[in-house]
């Protein structure tokens, strides 16, 4: 017997299978791919049990005669593919004329389909790799494919698929992407009784992003328009105001199709940190349109992934586009009336407005290192706000903390401290260093039960995004936990009751938000479910913990100044906030020392 064989049809289908169908997801990614090729305007998806107990997707398109419907489950059958040329220049999402027969050696496929308007069809019923079976039907014109019991002929491919809910997340991403790429077409997704997606026919992808987005989106959409190296790169993204925690809201399209591709990711990525702060990120949806002969997207099974000709030209493009709509967007936000401060002399003194007697502005002159006349800092505006510290000040914090000793010298530009540390001159970001002292309190209130909640005189309410919608499923109780109070409305609507007692109202749905894209953000499966909670409580107290922090721009009086030195030396990590950002920079005696020639001896 020859130890080389021709494998069996039924197997060689379940290896295509294999290519072409991962999850739930890939079945929706095929089965929308075909209806928008066949010229539909509207694509319903429905899906039971996250998608493995049965999903279907029905369109308006052209639809298909009896022996095509025949056809079209039989492995390498396509109307879109001819010649090798065509390949070379494929214009169409589906080519490969895999998915369905693949589908179908998977599970129980039903193919329902009217080439025109007198509700005449045809019906084929393929099961397990079995010989597909034609019979009539009455179907509207359009197409409807109904699959069921995913992978119940092969328990170890279903064994690695991840909880109803999670299979169910996939697909709204899919169908988001998919949506996205056709702001012209109605998409629908169904869960159950359960609307989950509505997205009405917008006139262009800027009107679709914001759709996508929620209602948070609106009118913070600027367009992009970008042309070079012949590839053109159209599509939106958002003001510069309006930014996100993850990559979550990053979407990319080569010639019509969503795809991954590094050069492009990382010319996204630099555009965004040259416009933004490093660790916040626009959404996009960015149409990349290259000529057919210099990209080759016949490189991944489900072709996720494209190959350029010339990469530096994309890099080029997307990174000159983006950074360009970037920046004529910052010219649409308004600044805001308190960055507009007058000084007012030292003579006000430093209690809200309040004059300081001669004899207490003279002691706390002398404790403070002479904050005064002829000082390095000018005393808050009349009126100025004051945070939360309130304990009297001290001339030096002492601590076994890694940073020593620190004997506080002054503010500069209301955003960072000056302090003597025990080896040089300490420059410490007020913001990130109070950022982290509530972090450190919020995360061990989390852990031990004990956080305070406040109620809202007003409820706030925002729409959420399908991530969002997901996340906040899966995090409700540990919201719950934190103080927040938040209930859903009709839709993906939102509202906002109660909220943590260390977090001002007005930050209540910007911290919700920026910690439900966080969590989005979490490949799923990723770790131990310990592990997972873990990551959910840390990004929760992040979020919590920057919203209600001090703000650069904000002057600090000596006794808030001291306390914020107190608490930051009594942090576990002194270092860097949540974010990772460093709180700290020191110049040595030593180095100072050198710079002005001077020697120790």
Known sequence: MPRVQVLPGPLIDQIAAGEVVERPASVVKELVENALDAGATAVTVEADGGGVARLAVSDDGCGMEPEDALLALERHATSKVRTLDDLVRVATLGFRGEALPSIASVSRLVLTTSPDGSGLGSEVVAERGGAPRLRPARHPMGTRVVVEDLFGNVPARRKFLKSPEAELRAIARTVTALALSRPDVLFVLRSGERELLRLAPARDAGVRLAEVLGRDAAGRIVPVVFSSHGLSLAGAVTAPGLTYASRAHQWLFVNGRAARDATAQHAAQLAAREALRDDRFPGFALFLSSPPEACDVNVHPQKHEVRFRDPGAVHSVVHRGLLAA???????????????????????????????????????????????????????????????????????????????????????????????????????????????????????????????????????????????????????????????????????????????????????????????????AVPEGAGTAGSAAERARDALAASIACRGAVTVNRRLAPEEATRLLTDLVGCRDPYTCPHGRPIFLTLAHGELLKRFRRTTG
Do not use: C, M
Not at 353 to 365: E, H, I, Q, R, V
Not at 400 to 417: E, I, M, V
Not at 449 to 455: D, K, L, P
Not at 462 to 473: G, I, K, L, P, R
């Open 326 to 520: 970037l920046t004529a967007g910052k010219g649409a936000e308004e600044l805001r009336g308190d960055l507009l401060r007058v000084p007012v002399p030292v003579e006000a003194g430093w209690g809200a407005g309040a004059p300081a007697s001669g004899t207490a502005a003279s002691a706390l002159a002398e404790t403070l290192g002479a904050w005064g006349e002829g000082a390095l800092l000018p005393a808050p505006a009349a009126g100025a706000a004051r945070s939360s510290y309130a304990a009297s000040a001290s001339a030096a914090v002492e601590s076994g903390s890694p940073l020593g000793a620190l004997r506080l010298l002054g503010q500069y530009r209301d955003s960072y401290l000056l302090a003597e540390g025990e080896d040089g001159l300490v420059v410490i970001d007020q913001h990130v260093a109070h950022e982290r002292v509530r972090y450190e309190r919020i995360r061990a209130a989390l852990d031990s039960a004990t956080t305070a909640s406040q109620a809202l005189l007003v409820p706030e309410t925002f729409e959420a995004s399908v991530e969002e919608a997901a996340a906040f499923e899966r995090a409700e109780p540990l919201l719950l936990a934190a103080g927040f109070g938040v209930a859903a409305l009709s839709g993906r609507l939102l509202a906002v009751t109660a909220a943590p007692a260390s977090l001002p109202a007005a930050a209540a749905v910007p911290a919700l938000r920026e910690f439900l894209n966080s969590l989005a």
